[in-house]
């Protein structure tokens, strides 16, 4: 069995702020880096095959926390921007809109230098990704980064399953899980996968179809044979609960108005406590409900 862990990123200083932030390089807050360390720590008995993880800081440093609790010898550590986040154009570091103006189309608000939130998939910004853009990179990175050289490892080793650590980013997660539920020869089930927290995680296990030869699923990834794609576990954040912001470090901002379900991938109707930090914000919550 092939199973893949995909995990968010720990509180980046961007998510302290109400900016577009895709592409955008921010370090991890110091709550962030205490996520990726209580992170690490859960994972320091769970023996990981690989650990895989997009470029930007927020991800290195999560994934490197990771690394770091895992026992010797140490997995091999790969780093690829196939896993970036969707990349949001010329609304990079500029502040976001929940709503838009009525009336005023969307050129008419970017020309305004105003960037509100797009929730149709062909929508984007001037630039930027479209989310069925983020979709097809995603895709690429499911089949080059896991499936290619991990699921035949999967099958070639019979009893011992292979374990692959993905570190990347709330849209990116979002859309590897779906390329991998594409894949699975039962269809797609229809579930919102979207939305996870910090240093959260969601798992997906691969396997064969019972009474598949291991020859066959070791062949091209065009005409792979059929394969059972389950979803285990979805925005897995218990070793954070306990994590708590320091009094007088950096403090959540108040006005920030909530767009965990945008970053998650989708509308979420009901939000997951403890929400996007390790504390609940009521501003958030009103936001959240005014939209539902």
């Known amino acids: 069995m092939l199973i893949v862990s995909f995990i968010r990123h720990g509180e980046s200083l961007d998510n302290l702020k109400s900016v577009w932030a895709g592409h955008k390089d921010a370090e991890l807050s110091e709550l962030g880096v205490r996520q990726a360390v209580a992170l690490g720590q859960s994972y320091a008995d769970t023996r990981l095959t690989a ?7 927020r991800a290195q440093a999560t994934a490197t926390a990771l690394f770091n609790s895992q026992r010797d010898p140490k997995p091999p550590f ?28 969307l050129q008419e608000h970017f020309k305004e230098g105003q960037y509100p939130v797009l929730f149709d998939r062909n929508e984007k910004f001037p630039n930027g990704e479209t989310l069925n853009d983020l979709a097809a990179r995603a895709d690429r990175a499911t089949r080059d980064l896991v499936l290619r050289p991990f699921l035949s490892q999967a099958a070639l080793l019979g009893t011992e399953d292979v374990h692959v650590a993905v570190v990347s980013h709330g849209l990116c997660i979002g859309e590897m899980v779906l ?21 959260a995680w969601t798992r997906v296990t691969v396997q064969a179809k019972p009474g598949v030869d ?19 576990d979805v925005n897995r954040h218990e070793h954070i609960d306990k994590v708590k912001r320091q009094k007088g470090i950096v403090e959540y901002d ?16 009901k939000p997951v ?20």
């Not at 990079?92 to 005023?104: D, Y």
């Not at 390329?179 to 240093?199: E, F, I, Q, S």
């Open 273 to 292: 406590e403890p929400l996007e930090h390790a504390e609940s914000n009521a501003t958030d919550e009103a936001m959240t409900e005014e939209r539902n």
């Open 254 to 269: 108040p006005k920030q108005i909530y767009i965990r379900e945008f970053f998650g991938g989708g509308r979420v109707k």
């Open 179 to 199: 390329a991998l539920l594409k894949r699975n020869h039962g269809g797609v089930p229809d579930k919102n996968y979207n939305g996870l927290m910090n240093t």
């Open 78 to 105: 790969k780093v690829d921007r196939e896993l970036r986040e969707q990349y949001f154009g010329d609304a990079e570091g500029n502040s976001w809109l929940m709503r838009r103006t009525p009336n005023k189309s």
């Open 214 to 232: 291991v020859p066959e699923i070791c062949g091209s990834l065009d005409n792979l044979p059929p394969l059972v794609v389950t979803v285990t």
């Open 51 to 57: 650990i895989i993880t997009s470029d930007l800081k």
